[in-house]
Each structure stands twice: as structure tokens, then as C-alpha cells.
């Protein structure tokens, strides 16, 4: 939805977002459901509990997602808050089974198709973006944030990570260099329309939510299959301390000393796919599962 289509009540809590330093493409988010709020339930000093059942109403027959309503909540929510309207009501509501919930990834001989094709089909600038969700897992945000000339420099790239880790300072190998040349920053909105183009350009089908994303799953998984060590894995998919504090690896990685070259370079001695950038011609495919 272009903000210009915003209803009343949809730019304020655009404007609060955004002056609040959320991310733009959230804020624009926020502005469309309370949008469509506002739509169904028309514009008021005041809503109640009746307002959410007509407005959850209306979005289940249009097909919604029990997760996608759970997330719309929290803009009503927040709308609540602005209107200062006394409680949200309280809603009981179905639990979202992670069954249910999709996690599309991309298959290994996919991804290398993508690499191998992607030097004679896509722009450089696409390559570059390529490059890094394939070698580094890059999360989509994490791109965004890049400025080339502060963050590509002297063989290394920094990740302002997602998530909120530290900033991280990876090696970058020799033949990612010239590619890297390449980037040029974009927002959020066109670089999920340029990995469809990618995949159309290189031959790949992909369906409904399918996206960077969907490579960095496929990178963990392979690394994971290497049997490459669990605390190197979560030290190069940059999760975040918070993250990987609820898991096995909580005080692992409160107490092991972070040695991010060393962890580069073991990291990339079981990569699955920068020997494919390495050698993109004459890579092997034979017996890629």
C-alpha cells in the first residue's frame, strides 16, 4: 500500500514508528494494517472489543494466517496505546503450531545453479548481493546496512548485524573480492524483488515466501551437515548472544574468546558453496544432494 492511501489513524502510526527509529519498511507495515482497520471499522475517537472481532473477522475470510494475525495485534495494539483507550481486550486465540508455520529453503544444487549461472545472467551489482547471501548467510536488513566504502574495505566486510549482535568483521576471500567491487546499498522492499529476479534469470522456481532468507537456511543446514563445530556455526550466522543464550550453546558463548578470522577460516574449509565461487566452470555437481 503507498502511503499516500494511509487513513488517518494509519500515518500516525507511521509517524510514531518511524520517529521512534523503527525501521521504515515496519512503520509502512503498521500504516497499512491500521489502514485496513480503519476500513472496516471506520474512523472513531474510540474502539472496543467488537471492533477487533469485525476486524478479525474480515481478515480470516479473506484467507489470513493465524501468525500473520498475531502480528497484526500488535499494531492494534499500539493503536490502542495512541488513543489511549483503557485495555486491549483480551483474545483467545488459536496457538500457532510451528508445523504451520512456512520455512521455505532453497536445495543445495539450487543454490550452486544460482552461483554458476549468475556470471553470465545477472548484473554484477545482483552478483554482488548474491555473493554475500551465499558465502555469509547475510540476512536481508543486514544488507541494507552496508556502505561500501566503510564496510568493504582491506579483505574484510562488516555485518551490522540484525539481531543484535555486535557488529562483526568477516575475512573476504579472494575471489568474493572483485564481486564486492560491485555493491551498491538498496532498501529492504527492492532487494526482495531482486532475489526473485535472480532466480527467474538463473532458471530456479521459487513459491510464496521464499527469499534471502531462504539461502541462509540452506547454509546453516549444509554447515550443520559438515559437521563443522556448532559454536563456530552460530559465531559465523551471527546470532545474537540473546539468541543462542536460550540454547545449548548459552555459555559457550558467554565465556568462549571470539576469534572471528580463525572461525572465518574453519568455517571456510567446509563451506558448501564458496568453492563453487572459486571455481564456478568447473565446479563438480556430482553427487550434490
Known amino acids: ?154 579483505g574484510q566486510l562488516t555485518i551490522l548485524t540484525a539481531k543484535g549482535g555486535v557488529p562483526t568483521n568477516h575475512i573476504i576471500p579472494e575471489c568474493l573480492q572483485p564481486i564486492l567491487k560491485h555493491f551498491d546499498p538498496t532498501d529492504v522492499i527492492y532487494l526482495s524483488s531482486v532475489f526473485r529476479r535472480i532466480c527467474r534469470a538463473c532458471g530456479i522456481k521459487t513459491g510464496k515466501r521464499y527469499g534471502w532468507h531462504s539461502i541462509r537456511r540452506a547454509l546453516v543446514t549444509e554447515l550443520v551437515i559438515s559437521e563443522a563445530s556448532g559454536l563456530n556455526i552460530v559465531r559465523f550466522m551471527r546470532w545474537s548472544d540473546q539468541t543462542s543464550g536460550n540454547g545449548e550453546f548459552g555459555m559457550l558463548t558467554l565465556y568462549a574468546k571470539k576469534d572471528q578470522a580463525q572461525i572465518d577460516k574453519q568455517i571456510f574449509a567446509v563451506h558448501p558453496f564458496l568453492p563453487v565461487w572459486e571455481n564456478p566452470i568447473n565446479f563438480n555437481t556430482k553427487g550434490v544432494k
Request: with cysteine.
Open 1 to 154: 500500500m503507498d502511503r499516500a492511501q494511509y487513513s488517518t489513524y494509519g500515518e500516525i502510526i507511521y509517524q510514531d514508528l518511524l520517529g521512534r527509529g523503527k525501521k521504515p519498511s515496519s512503520a509502512k507495515q503498521w500504516g497499512s494494517i491500521i489502514t485496513k482497520f480503519e476500513q472496516i471499522c471506520g474512523n472513531k475517537s474510540s474502539y472496543d472489543r467488537s471492533d477487533v472481532i469485525k476486524y478479525l473477522a474480515a481478515r480470516r475470510q479473506a484467507g489470513i494466517k493465524q501468525n500473520t494475525i498475531n502480528k497484526e495485534l500488535h499494531a492494534l495494539k499500539l493503536l490502542w496505546q495512541l488513543l489511549e483507550i483503557d485495555k486491549f481486550p483480551k483474545l483467545s486465540m488459536p496457538k500457532v503450531k510451528d508445523s504451520d508455520i512456512s520455512r521455505p529453503i532453497l536445495a543445495k544444487d539450487q543454490i550452486i545453479q544460482l552461483i554458476q549461472r549468475s556470471f553470465d545472467t545477472v548484473s554484477p551489482r545482483y552478483q554482488a548481493f548474491l555473493a554475500l547471501a551465499t558465502v555469509y548467510g547475510i540476512r536481508r536488513e543486514e544488507i541494507t546496512r552496508i556502505n561500501p566504502s566503510e564496510h568493504i574495505k582491506n
